[in-house]
């Protein structure tokens, strides 16, 4: 698992913007920037949809009063999912990072499986990082929902 003080490992995310589909590889995402970057095991699932993105949606302005450049919302599912979970959540605030097939979630050392629940999927974590190295790192224990919510990195930097 991926460790404070790593740098994130390469990949590349897809996203829908107004312009379309783009493709943006992590450090480009990531570089000169502090990012807050929190994972849910997917798009509009109770937690993750009634109060895991919603938190960080709410709390964007104070994120970016600490210097908070981006705040991502990373899954395990593809790109116009999660287009379409931004529109429902208006949370435009939010880049909404998705990871198609899994790898960079694996890369990280945060993927689990789910079986016929949904197969593969990011743990719900949350990170700090600043020019694509982790300061902070907060990992759930299965089924909690604790330390990486929005109040919690909040209050962590």
């Known amino acids: ?37 929190f994972a849910v095991p997917g798009a509009f699932t109770p937690t993750c949809s009634n109060a ?21 919302c990373l899954s395990v599912n593809d790109a116009f999912v999660m287009k379409a979970w931004q529109d429902a959540q208006n949370a435009d ?9 899994g790898s960079w979630t694996r890369a990280l050392g945060l993927a689990k499986e789910t079986g016929a629940f949904g197969g593969l999927r990011a743990q719900r974590f949350a990170l700090i ?25 909040l209050a962590a930097l």
């Not at 589909?21 to 502090?34: E, R, Y």
């Not at 895991?52 to 991502?72: E, M, N, R, S, T």
């Not at 605030?93 to 097939?101: F, Q, S, V, Y």
């Not at 990082?129 to 990195?153: H, I, R």
């Open 1 to 37: 698992m991926i460790a404070v003080g790593q740098p994130l490992p390469s990949g590349e995310f897809t996203f829908i913007t107004a312009a379309g589909k783009q493709v943006q590889d992590v450090q480009t995402l990531f570089a000169g920037k502090k990012v807050v970057l």
């Open 93 to 101: 605030a939010i880049t909404m990072l998705a990871d198609g097939d």
């Open 129 to 153: 990082a600043n020019d694509g190295v982790v300061e902070q790192l907060f990992v759930e224990e299965p089924g909690k929902f604790e330390v990486s919510d929005a109040q919690s990195l």
């Open 52 to 72: 895991h993105l919603p938190g960080y949606v709410v709390l964007a302005d104070q994120f970016q009063a600490k210097g908070v450049d981006a705040i991502c």
